[in-house]
């Protein structure tokens, strides 16, 4: 078990890259009690500290090695693209720090089994930044399936495309910056069919490659032994409701909005025309930021707990999420410089 942090002071967050997710997560991270922004870290020390300014006694660093060697930092925040993940997290884990990576956690899954067994060796909390799997409605979604409230599940569907116009630059397209809809929005999709269905034993995938090689429209059809099966879609460049539907002998659950981050659940039980009915449930917390507090706050209470892995994100789902993402991509061909 790993050191408890203290109850009686807030936990210090430090952020290696100042991006656009570092600023919606930090944000959350203030809006949270208990946590605040100790550093940021970016390779501009400019640019770190304007960053910096926003946070109330934030420190700000030029160098990802002097973050993570700050004594005031509590955990280190891994924000910047993929390909930066592996060695950022090795080098804050080395430093006997506890990292929140961003998913993916790396590349592909031997390079995330790499990250997750080192933290294990240094007795460090090490969390994939996968925050569907720890919002309220995911949960609930989770506890009605296990509780049967829609018997027993047969399947499930889920989407997510984007609508992003090709940009050979944007880290979503640039394979040399991890591009790619698989490890970006298919991680989610994956997740979610991992998350209730477990490991499939088939799977068929076909896409679609944009012009530099990175997949673009990907199609993952999932099936099992005992007859379940998942449909599963995203896209980088066509935009798509985003919905996630789990069908079940006695029902089905649709979320509202993007389903990763829903803003409800529609519940249907039975037989409608035999007193079976619809149930709506709203999102518990509506209009709270960005909607990072409860994997903020997850990941605080494994650190005050001693924890080094969430059991809400376990290490062996985000690497078996991972080697599906892995099998994916080799079907249809692509690979990441070096890879
Ligand atoms: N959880 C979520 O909801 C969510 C949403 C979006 C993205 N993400 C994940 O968060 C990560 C960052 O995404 P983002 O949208 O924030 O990306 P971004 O704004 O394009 O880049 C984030 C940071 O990565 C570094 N970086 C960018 N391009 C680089 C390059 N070519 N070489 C070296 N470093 C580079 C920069 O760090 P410096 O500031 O140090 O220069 C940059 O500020 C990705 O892994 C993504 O999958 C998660």
Redesign the pocket.
């Known amino acids: 078990m790993a050191a408890h942090l203290p109850e009686d002071r807030p936990i210090r967050w430090g952020l290696?890259?100042?991006?656009?997710?570092?600023r919606?997560?930090s944000e959350d991270i203030s809006r949270t009690e208990g946590n605040v922004v100790g550093a940021v870290?970016?390779?501009?020390g400019e640019?770190?500290a304007e960053f910096a300014a926003q946070f109330p006694g934030a420190t700000s660093y030029g160098s990802y090695a002097e973050l993570v060697a700050d004594p005031e930092v509590d955990v280190v925040y891994v924000?910047?693209?993929?390909?930066?993940?592996h060695e950022q997290a090795l080098m804050a884990i080395a430093a006997g720090k506890p990292v929140l990576v961003?998913?993916?956690v790396c590349l592909n899954a031997r390079q995330t089994h790499e990250v997750l067994a080192a933290a294990r060796h240094a007795d460090v909390f090490a969390m994939e930044?996968m925050?569907m799997r720890t919002n309220p409605l995911i949960r609930q979604a989770e506890q009605l399936v296990a509780d049967g409230a829609i018997g027993d599940l047969l399947g499930l569907r889920a989407e997510f495309g984007l609508g992003l116009p090709f940009d050979p630059s944007h880290?979503l397209y640039d394979m040399?910056?991890?591009g790619g809809s698989l490890?970006?929005l298919g991680i989610y999709v994956v997740t979610f069919g991992y998350l209730f269905l477990g490991r499939p034993d088939q799977v068929r995938t076909t896409g679609t490659l944009s012009p530099t090689g990175s997949e673009d429209r990907v199609a993952m059809q999932w099936d099992y032994a005992n007859g379940t099966g998942a449909r599963l879609w995203c896209s980088a460049s066509v935009s798509a409701p985003n919905q996630a539907v789990l069908l079940g002998s006695n029902g089905w659950i649709a979320t509202e909005g993007a389903f990763h981050r829903p803003s409800g659940l529609v519940i249907s039980q039975g037989d409608p025309s035999r007193g079976g009915g619809r149930q709506h449930v709203p999102d518990p917390i509506a209009g709270r930021g960005h909607g990072?507090g409860p994997e903020i706050a997850e990941v605080a209470r494994c650190l005050r707990a001693g924890l080094i892995e969430s059991p809400l994100v376990p290490h062996a789902d985000t690497i078996a999420v991972m080697a599906l993402l892995d099998e994916a991509r080799a079907d249809l061909g692509v690979k990441y410089p070096g890879e």
């Not at 870290?41 to 501009?44: K, L, S, T």
């Open positions: 290696l890259g100042a991006g656009g997710i570092a919606n997560v870290a970016a390779r501009d640019r770190a924000a910047t693209t993929h390909p930066s993940h961003e998913k993916p930044a925050w880290r040399s910056n991890g490890l970006d990072y």
